[in-house]
């Protein structure tokens, strides 16, 4: 199994830019679909993007496409969010959770995740 720990989280000005990283524990990392998620204040959880487990393949919300990259790096257990183009509406808690299965499974199954982070809070002033 693994256990995500998300960091990088803060404040920053509409139109700028945060890097979000999420470390997780266990020597089977290379093994597991990860994927962002964030939940703004009064809002449900959403999904904001995952990566495969080579990281060749992604996926995005609409919401975030164009702006944020997703990237991993299977040799120090880490997953980035890279975000651009900042908009207040991106204020959010930023949550990194792995899968065990693929890319295409997961996003079949209503982004179903097995493991969570506790989350970065991101906030965005305008």
């Known amino acids: 199994q693994v256990q995500p720990v998300e960091s990088g989280g803060g404040l920053v000005q509409a139109g700028g830019s945060l890097r979000l990283s999420c470390a997780a524990s266990?020597?089977?990392?290379?093994?597991?679909?990860m994927g962002w998620f964030r939940q703004a204040p009064g809002k449900e959880r959403e999904f904001v993007g995952a990566?495969?487990?080579?990281?060749?393949?992604?996926n995005y919300a609409d919401s975030v496409k164009g702006r944020f990259t997703i990237s991993r790096d299977n040799a120090k257990n880490t997953v980035y969010l890279q975000m651009n183009s900042l908009k207040p509406e991106d204020t959010a808690v930023y949550y990194c959770?792995?899968?065990?299965?693929?890319?295409?499974?997961?996003?079949?199954?209503?982004?179903?995740?097995?493991?969570w982070g506790k989350g970065t809070l991101v906030t965005v002033s305008s």
């Open positions: 959770a792995a899968a065990s299965r693929d890319l295409a499974t997961v996003l079949r199954t209503n982004y179903g995740m097995d493991y």
């Open positions: 266990g020597r089977t990392f290379s093994s597991y679909t």
């Open positions: 990566i495969s487990w080579g990281g060749l393949l992604t």
